[in-house]
Structure formats: C-alpha cells, structure tokens
C-alpha cells in the first residue's frame, strides 16, 4: 500500500521569495516519487521525479525536490517564486513493483497563491 | 502539450445517462491510465491497460468501464450517471505498464458535469 500526505493545503507567498511545499510519503515498495503541477483549466504537468541516482532533483521552472528516505519526505522548493507559479501542485507516489503496475498515488494537492 | 488527446472537453448530461470518452496516448506509448479528480475525493487512479490488456484496477466503479483497443486509443464508459460522478477524467499514458521511473503524459482531461 501507499500513500501521500501534502501538509498544506494552501501556501501563499510574496513574488521573489522562497517557496516551500511539503509532502511525506508511505510506500511497501522501493518507491518512485513525481512532482505535478496543474494551472486552472489545464491538465497536469510533469516538474520532476525522483530517479534514486541523487537525492537533490532539480526540475523545470527553477523547481528542485530532495528526497529523505529517514523522514520519507519530497518537499519542493523553489528559491524565488514567480507570478505563472500559481497553480495546483500535487505530490505523487508510485510503486516500483511489477504487481502493483504502475498506478499513480496522489496526495490531496497544495494550492499555491503569489502575491505581488 | 504532452501529445495526449482527449474527447470531449465538456460534456453535460442528465442522471441515469450513459457517456463515452476518448483517449488517444502518446505516440509509441503502450500503457494507458484513466483517473477521475473530483473536489471531494481528489485525484484518483481508476484503471490501467496496457497493449489492449487491463493492467491494474482501481477506485472504479462497477457502472464505468472501459478498453483499449488496437489502434491503442482507449474509451472509458460511464454508465447509469449520478451526480457525483461530476468530475474531471484524465488520461494519461507511459511506454511501459509498470517500471519505477516510467513517468506518464496527462491529457486535457473531459470535465463531465450530470444534471
């Protein structure tokens, strides 16, 4: 079984600060672990997923996630937020493991709103 | 555009309806995935196939249903509408059926609104 736990709902930050979104994990498998955005009205995009070769991933848009296996956390950060950062953002589990295909988990979501 | 395509954008329909929608995956992907995001119970895995076989099930209900068929496009049939199956559907689609890195490709999705 697996699950995801987005720890806020909603994170609102002023345009040109530090972004920080939180998300632990359970998982009974070796999991992989993807971060999506999704913009009103749009489908859900790909920021970056955590491949095992390096704890620190860095994806599109300035964004970066670091996997901590002790705490089973993949926080995103994003160093200076931009206006076009607002957006839905989801947090996703999928388990390694040939029986339990491919299927994705998705955590409850962090809205993100920036301020100008 | 991640090259999934999905038909209808919106449909609106009454209860007890039945509806069709259409998914055509990436082109040389294998594997496709339908998920329904509601605001009550987010975003959730309904069910896999891959290379026309049912792969993986999960949150579906018994009134929905759905194939892949040759040509690798998929339909999800939803029967007997009731109105919280309001929602939008996504498609999404991956090379392989499982494989720890395997990313998948979302569609626009289908927002279905029953009256």
């Not at chain 1, 993807?34 to 913009?39: C, D, G, K, S």
């Not at chain 1, 931009?82 to 388990?95: G, K, L, Q, R």
Request: hydrophobic letters at 35%; a neutral charge.
């Amino acid at each position: 079984a697996q699950s995801v736990t987005q720890l806020d709902s909603h994170v609102s930050v002023s345009e040109g600060t530090p972004v920080l979104l939180r998300c632990n994990y359970s998982s009974s498998y070796s999991p992989s672990l993807f971060w999506y955005v999704q913009h009103p009205n749009k489908g859900l995009q790909l920021l970056l997923k955590y491949t095992s070769a390096a704890t620190l991933v860095k994806g599109i848009n300035g964004f970066e996630a670091e996997f901590k296996k002790s705490e089973t956390s993949f926080h995103l950060t994003k160093p200076s937020a931009h206006m076009s950062d607002a957006a839905e953002y989801f947090c996703v589990v999928s388990a390694r493991s040939e029986a339990a295909g491919n299927k994705l988990t998705f955590g409850g979501g962090t809205r993100v709103l920036v301020k100008p | 555009d991640s090259g999934v395509t999905q038909t209808p954008k919106h449909l609106i329909t009454a209860t007890g309806q039945r509806v069709t929608l259409r998914c055509s995956p990436r082109s040389g992907d294998l594997s496709v995935y339908w998920y329904q995001q509601s605001l009550d119970q987010g975003l959730q895995f309904l069910i896999q196939y891959y290379n026309g076989e049912e792969r993986a099930k999960g949150n579906i209900l018994e009134r929905f249903s759905a194939q892949q068929f040759p040509d690798l496009h998929s339909e999800l049939n939803l029967s007997s509408l009731e109105l919280g199956d309001s929602a939008l559907y996504f498609c999404a689609s991956s090379v392989e059926p499982w494989g720890g890195f395997n990313e998948q490709f979302f569609g626009p999705g289908t927002r279905l609104t029953v009256l």
